[in-house]
T-cell receptor, first 113, second 111 residues
Framework: NAGVTQTPKFQVLKTGQSMTLQCAQD?????MYWYRQDPGMGLRLIYYSASEGTTDKGEVPNGYNVSRLNKREFSLRLESAAPSQTSVYFC????????????FGQGTRLTVV | GENVEQHPSTLSVQEGDSAVIKCTYS??????FPWYKQELGKRPQLIID?????GEKKDQRIAVTLNKTAKHFSLHITETQPEDSAVYFCAASAGDYKLSFGAGTTVTVRA
């Protein structure tokens, strides 16, 4: 099993450009998440999808949109990238209700110049 | 929302010594407390977790304790080895699908 797969692994954007980060899981998990990781700030939740067909804002949603395409796939879109969005982005999934292990993708290192 | 604070931010220990990382949480409804380890350039991975109906859990050299009254929980690593060098994150969840993470502790094990 591949687990949680994210693409791309690295990306450099110019301010104002848009891009979509892709995430897919093959563990038949109901819930999926997008986090960003910045030095000294841990992992902060951007958006999550408790189940197919639902999405909700997390702690830092501004500047992002998400789509739960189907049970397997959850994408994160930056419509107009800003330098403050330079970060490492992690997708994760879990089987369902809070209180279960979250499995992370390998991360996407995004730099906005 | 939940606020998780983690201390210390960095920890250097001699190989063979113990390491302790402490976290506090704010939401009394939180009932699930996992710990993740992230090696340099890698993804976070679960190493141990504890639920609110348990006070302590141990897995080989790793143990976690929970004090619900004080709203704090701790990770204990005994007989540290070089491969324990990593960033460790605590987290808390109130069962609402969201995990709130601490800021992380960078552990360095000196040979």
């Amino acid at each position: 099993n591949a687990g949680v797969t994210q693409t791309p692994k690295f990306q450099v954007l110019k301010t104002g450009q848009s891009m979509t980060l892709q995430c897919a899981q093959d563990m038949n998990h109901n819930s999926m998440y997008w986090y960003r990781q910045d030095p000294g700030m841990g992992l902060r939740l951007i958006y999550y999808s408790a189940s197919e067909g639902t999405t909700d804002k997390g702690e830092v949603p501004n500047g992002y949109n998400v789509s739960r395409l189907n049970k397997r796939e959850f994408s994160l879109r930056l419509e107009s990238a800003a330098p403050s969005q330079t970060s490492v982005y992690f997708c994760a999934s879990s089987s369902g209700v809070g209180g279960t292990e979250a499995f992370f993708g390998q991360g996407t290192r995004l730099t906005v110049v | 929302g939940e606020n998780v604070e983690q201390h210390p931010s960095t920890l250097s220990v001699q190989e063979g010594d113990s390491a302790v990382i402490k976290c506090t949480y704010s939401d009394s409804a939180s009932n699930y407390f996992p710990w993740y380890k992230q090696e340099l350039g890698k993804r976070p991975q679960l190493i141990i977790d504890i639920r609110s109906n348990v006070g302590e859990k141990k897995d080989q050299r790793i143990a976690v304790t929970l004090n619900k009254t004080a709203k704090h929980f701790s990770l204990h690593i005994t007989e540290t080895q070089p491969e324990d060098s990593a960033v460790y994150f605590c987290a808390a969840s109130a069962g609402d699908y969201k995990l709130s993470f601490g800021a992380g502790t960078t552990v360095t094990v000196r040979a």
